[in-house]
């Protein structure tokens, strides 16, 4: 596709029940990142993907949060039981690969979460 | 660890004053740095990068940004700012062995008033 693609936009969801996040990278990016943006805590690393691996999931904030990516292109960020401090902007990134030097990470336009 | 400060939150400033957006960082081994914008309900846009070589980057939107290793700084620098310049800018380092993922600032609301 032209850009980073992420669905839904919105999302508001009911305390305690699961969501799943959407990316859809741009065609060819091997690489691929989740980030979280929200008031207080700035912006913050989730997880990334080489092909369809994730060799660092350091940031995902408990095991609530899981990801996955099939086919070395579209992922899934699902967050169980979400909790009001899950709400925040959810960015997904590509890239063509995975610390390539002179590479550059292409942002979608995120996906806002709202948990009442 | 690595890690990004941007000096300031807020940034007010007259149409066509220059600008300066503060952000050090901190790390020990050798990193790629990066200005972000972001506009609101947008994703984020590269606005420019230092990888290697001059350390004055141009960007887009007359943008520039200054590399000084001895301060571990990069302060983006615009000498005369536009209404749609209004936006926030996040300062981000990219660790060279740790996959390309992105260490970011808090971010800097800069707020252009006619």
């Known amino acids: 596709g032209a850009g980073v693609s992420q669905s839904p936009s919105n999302k508001v969801t009911e305390k305690g029940k699961d969501v799943e996040l959407r990316c859809d990278p741009i065609s060819g990016h091997t690489a691929l990142y989740w980030y979280r943006q929200s008031l207080g805590q700035g912006l913050e690393f989730l997880i990334y993907f080489q092909g369809n691996s994730a060799p660092d999931k350091s940031g995902l904030p408990s095991d609530r949060f899981s990801a996955e990516r099939t086919g070395g292109s579209v992922s899934t960020l699902t967050i169980q039981r979400t909790q009001q401090e899950d709400s925040a902007v959810y960015l997904c990134?590509?890239?063509?690969?995975?610390?390539?030097?002179?590479?550059?990470?292409?942002f979608g336009q995120g996906t806002r979460l709202t948990v009442v | 660890a690595q890690s990004v400060t941007q000096l300031d939150s807020q940034v007010p400033v007259f149409e066509e004053a220059p600008v300066e957006l503060r952000c050090n960082y901190s790390s020990s081994v050798s990193v790629y740095l990066f200005w972000y914008v972001q506009y609101p309900n947008q994703g984020l846009q590269l606005l420019l990068k230092?990888?290697?070589?001059?350390?004055l980057v141009k960007g887009i939107n007359g943008f520039e940004a200054e590399f000084n290793k001895s301060q571990t700084s990069f302060h983006l620098r615009k000498p005369s700012v536009h209404i749609s310049d209004t936006a926030e800018y996040f300062c981000?380092?990219?660790?060279?062995?740790?996959?390309?993922?992105?260490?970011f600032g808090q971010g800097t609301e800069l707020s252009v008033k006619p």
């Open positions: 990134a590509s890239s063509l690969e995975a610390g390539r030097t002179n590479t550059e990470a292409f």
């Open positions: 981000a380092v990219r660790i060279n062995n740790q996959g390309g993922k992105l260490i």
């Open positions: 230092y990888l290697s070589g001059s350390t």
